[in-house]
């Protein structure tokens, strides 16, 4: 029998299982000046007008002042819909997650329609590459927050919803490009002891570590929880900044890199 | 389920069991969960074909292979999906790219290109017995090309691209081809899938460099978690998100280089390594 026919010199670093050695990787950040932020689908769109005018005045404001930002939505009720009846029929996570993408979608499309004179622009997962060309031109990017994962998507232990969604797919997107903070707009002040909504008496956390947020094993958490994993282990974000769209002003503070709201970080 | 339009709290919500309620809440996800998965094509076998162990190997090990393969599809007797890795070329690609810096998700989105290739070098020895290169998630048309007598092939690793979350250990994507054709089968329904390679089976340490490397003849997936081989044949997120899947019953892992092994495992004959899960 042939030998594997193998390239010997497999280039300046030697590889192995998990990558090359530590000392020899030299992280390059793609687009470290980027603000990535998410827009919340239940948090904000489903809100419609009232909700969302403010908060895309606000991008776009500080688009024109010459901060690059990549927008991501989030999905909302008409997800919680579809996977509610698609878990009804045991379908796979998997096809779950192809279905959940599709909410996503329309919901950058509307948020591209609204700032077109701006210059939002939809883009797809294959467009990414051309970022660069509409951070350039001024224009305000927007795309689905959900990671292209799709049929892909794992199964978690005891549910049939994507483990990744929006929240994560933003993430994602920030950590590629080499971004250290990711900026979730929602209609909360950030990360309370309870879930403020159904509970008045929860305070609210300025700070607190992804560990300590691990620690206290919530019930119920502001972002997936895939994302405070990741935010362990990632290169570049190191923080995640949770802001009230709801207030005016919030998203601007933000946007210009200052504390509001819930950051989570790494320790 | 209902088509009810609700407002009153600032938002418009349709009526869902998931109406309102916070996707990251345990007990409202898990009421989304139930024991079983539905299978969606449950007939199909997947079968995966190594790039390094078989690809990089040449005609020698290439030809025998796919004369197999054909023999097998024009019996018509099973429904087969073949997924093909990419070998020694996306080693060489993840080398250059990390010590260029690329963060995770950019290795990843490269890596898929060099498993093309491999599809297109099968394809080239099976199109005349009807195969065809499948973009992996048009995977609806399976009905049609099983009905039809294609043999679709497929690129094993998933399409998580730039987004690739970060690695536990290491700068290596996670989610490789062993992983990617692991969960296509899962999403299909499909209970079987069979990894070929060029040993005979999954060892506890690797044979090519131990003489005393122990074959796993059978093997629960519980015990294979709890005593992971040395080095690992199969990407080991193969098992680790086997275990919380629902649909795939048994992982075969058989060698490519001893012609009529595929045959035999096809017909439900437990050559090589037989991973079970109940």
């Known amino acids: 029998m042939s030998e594997r026919k193998s390239l010997n010199d497999l280039g300046p670093a030697a590889i192995s299982e998990s990558g090359i050695a530590p000392g020899d990787y030299n992280p390059v950040a793609i687009m470290p000046d980027m603000r990535v932020v998410k827009l919340g689908g239940q948090s904000l769109l489903d809100r419609g007008r009232k909700a969302l005018f403010p908060v895309l005045d606000e991008l776009v404001a500080a688009r024109k002042v010459g901060i690059p930002i990549l927008i991501g939505t989030g999905g909302g009720t008409r997800a919680r819909h579809i996977y509610s009846v698609a878990s009804e029929l045991e379908l796979p996570t998997g096809v779950l997650a192809k279905l959940g993408s599709y909410v996503p979608m329309q919901n950058a499309r509307m948020v591209q329609m609204l700032t077109a004179k701006h210059g939002g622009i939809y883009i797809m997962d294959d467009d990414f590459e051309k970022l660069p060309l509409y951070v350039q031109m001024g224009c305000l990017p927007i795309m689905t927050g959900m990671p292209p994962f799709g049929y892909w998507e794992k199964r978690d232990q005891n549910s049939r919803i994507p483990p990744n969604r929006t929240d994560a797919g933003v993430f994602l997107s920030a950590e590629f490009l080499g971004c250290n903070r990711v900026i979730y707009i929602k209609d909360e002040d950030g990360l309370f002891t309870d879930d403020p909504k159904k509970n008045k008496d929860a305070t609210h956390i300025p700070r607190i570590s992804a560990d300590e947020l691990i620690e206290r094993d919530l019930d119920d958490l502001i972002v997936e929880r895939v994302v405070i994993k990741y935010l362990k282990r990632s290169k570049w974000v190191k923080e995640l900044q949770v802001v009230n769209g709801l207030k005016p002003g919030e998203v601007t503070k933000a946007l210009n890199g200052e504390n509001n709201g819930t950051i989570i970080y790494r320790d | ?278």
């Open chain 2, 1 to 278: 389920m209902s088509n009810k339009l609700l407002t009153g709290d600032g938002r418009t919500h349709i009526e869902s069991k998931l109406m309102r309620e916070s996707l990251q809440n345990r007990d409202v996800i898990g009421d989304t969960d139930s024991i079983k998965d539905r299978r969606i094509l449950p007939d199909i076998t997947v079968v995966s074909i190594g790039g390094q162990s078989i690809f990089d190997r040449g005609k020698a090990a290439i030809i025998p292979l796919s004369e197999e393969l054909a023999t097998l599809h024009n019996s018509r007797e099973h429904a087969m999906l073949i997924a093909v890795g990419g070998g020694t070329r996306v080693r060489h690609t993840a080398a250059v790219a990390l010590d260029l810096g690329l963060p995770t998700g950019g290795v990843a989105q490269l890596v898929g290109a060099m498993e093309e290739l491999n599809a297109v070098i099968l394809n080239s020895l099976l199109a005349q017995h009807g195969s065809i290169t499948m973009p992996r998630d048009h995977f609806w048309d399976l009905p049609l090309y099983m009905n039809s007598g294609i043999l679709p092939i497929v690129i094993s690793v998933p399409p998580y691209h730039f987004w690739e979350p970060p690695a536990e250990v290491g700068q290596m994507p996670a989610h490789r081809s062993d992983f990617g054709v692991y969960q296509q089968a899962e999403v299909l329904g499909t209970s079987h899938v069979i990894y070929i390679k060029d040993e005979d089976g999954l060892y506890n340490k690797d044979p090519k460099e131990h003489d005393d490397a122990v074959l796993f003849e059978k093997i629960a997936l519980d015990e294979l978690l709890e005593n992971p081989p040395e080095t690992n044949m199969i990407d080991w997120a193969v098992f680790t998100s086997w275990k919380t899947g629902k649909n795939v019953k048994k992982i075969q892992i058989i060698s490519g280089l001893n012609p009529g092994q595929l045959t035999k495992a096809l017909a439900g004959e437990d050559v090589g390594t037989v991973i079970t899960k109940d």
